[in-house]
């Protein structure tokens, strides 16, 4: 059996070989083929017939009962998915456990929201009558990133589906695993031939799913700089996308926290699946009359978290997912040294540990312009800031390209309410931080992307308006003679 499923066949890629590894050991866990450029061309087609079939986009039954199925087979399988998952990204199997949760959950969801609960009819001043109807797209192209491959997977397939589209899905090289378990589910659920179809490979195959004319529209999650690309590659033929990139996200500690437990905030925050989240928040702002006191406690919390195996339970912290990966935060703690920032914690390589280990790092003495404060790192590299005044906090958080998320701890909630107002973020959190909800749209701002997940917006973002007007009869020129 082949990994790359194509017009409702499991196929051998004709690509590249790749090699999957376990993170946390270095060694090969799998070996796939990524698909060619032709079979990203049947991908599409088949999809593009699939959806010129009319069967899936008019048929809310069958969609409906495509997605809850598929929910409850993952559910059975729940915990297999979980472990595959943790191995393939190096995530404690707990965080993989609330992934597969959160999947579920989605899958539920927008099931939930089918039929079509987006349209609307209206009576309008000139006597008729519009429907305003929210319909399918077409062919949608969903690709996807390496830390939550599961997840981020499904936060498109969902709603993409449920609107009625047909998809071509590409996971990330790296780890393309669980996405296939999750392919058998909706096999398993039911899903008609070419309505889905899975390819694995790297920037090509994304790169082929993008031009194909087929495809008419792109939903992406990665880099801002793969972004752009895939951005300015659509804008040729006006294809719709969607856009969730990185961020740098703030968190802003008031002086009037319980300094204990806000600093078990910030630890997660800033090291929840080893930093490498788009919402993580490394750029901790303390006011300044508990900087010292936050510091402390923050380090002795660093210093405890349990870095080791994703798969023993109790783990908190895995290998980062390749040695590349380890070189790139490793490269941004010596940037930050020789830019002069001083380094309080950490930043080894855990060279006694088989896999991609390292220590998380926390530096002080930053400068608003250094690379460490304003580019993504997307691993466990947080850097301290202090601010005396709630204007001087927002300049800070804001003081970056990104705006995907905030956070904010304070006592005060209409300190809360005045800090959320003015950053610049798609996501904000008041004393709390990470939590997606399903039913709220999620999405940035600035460099951090274009569009939204999650919620109706999620939905509608895979569904085009029609405007259906309807005159009772042709006696009058409606109107033309009502303006008259
Ligand atoms: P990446 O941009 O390198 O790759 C993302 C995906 O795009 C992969 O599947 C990759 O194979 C594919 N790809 C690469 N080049 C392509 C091209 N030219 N055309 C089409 N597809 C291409 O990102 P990554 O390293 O896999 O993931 C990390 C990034 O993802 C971080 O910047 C992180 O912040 C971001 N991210 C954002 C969110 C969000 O919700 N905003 C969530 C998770 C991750």
Known sequence: MGHNWINGEWEQG???????????????????????????????????????????????????????????????????????????????????RVDVEDVVHCLRYYAGLIPDSLSKTLKMEDGTESEIKSEPIGVCGLIVP??????????????????????????????????????????????????FNFVIGGREVGQAIVENPMVKKISFTGSVETGKRIYQRCAEDLKKVSLELGGKSPLIVWNDVDIEKTAEWAVFGALFNQGEVCV???????????????????????????????????????????????????????????????????????????GYFIEPAVFEEVDQSMEIVQEEIFGPVITLQSFETKEEAVELANGTNYGLAAGIFTESSERGRWIAERLEAGIIWINSYHTPYVDAPWGGVKQSGIGRELGPEGLISFTEYKHVNKSVSIDSLGWYQFKR
């Open 14 to 96: 004709n690509g590249k070989r790749l090699e999957i590894k376990n993170p946390a050991t270095a060694e090969i866990e799998e070996t796939v083929f990524e698909a060619d450029d032709l079979q990203v061309k049947k991908a599409a087609e088949s999809a593009y017939l699939a959806f010129s079939s009319n069967s899936w986009r008019y048929n809310f039954k069958l969609r409906k009962k495509v997605l809850e199925k598929a929910a409850s087979i993952l559910e059975e399988k729940a915990e297999k998915v979980a472990t595959i998952e943790s191995i393939d990204t190096g995530k404690p199997i707990k965080e993989a």
């Open 146 to 195: 390496w830390n939550f491959p599961l997840l981020l997977g499904v936060w498109k397939l969902a709603p993409a589906l449920a609107a009625g589209n047909a998809v071509v899905f590409k996971p990330s090289e790296l780890t393309p695993m669980s996405m296939i378990e999750f392919t058998k589910a909706l096999i398993e659920a039911g899903i008609p031939d070419g309505i």
């Open 280 to 354: 993580a928040a490394p750029r901790l702002l303390l006011h300044q009359d508990i900087y010292d006191p936050f510091k402390k406690v923050l380090l002795e919390k660093i210093s405890q978290v349990n870095i080791g195996d994703p798969l023993k339970e109790g783990t908190e912290f895995g290998p980062l997912i390749s040695e590349s990966h380890v070189k790139k935060v490793t490269a941004y703690i010596e940037k930050g040294l020789e830019g002069g920032a001083s380094l309080l914690y950490g930043g080894k390589v855990l060279a006694e540990k088989k």
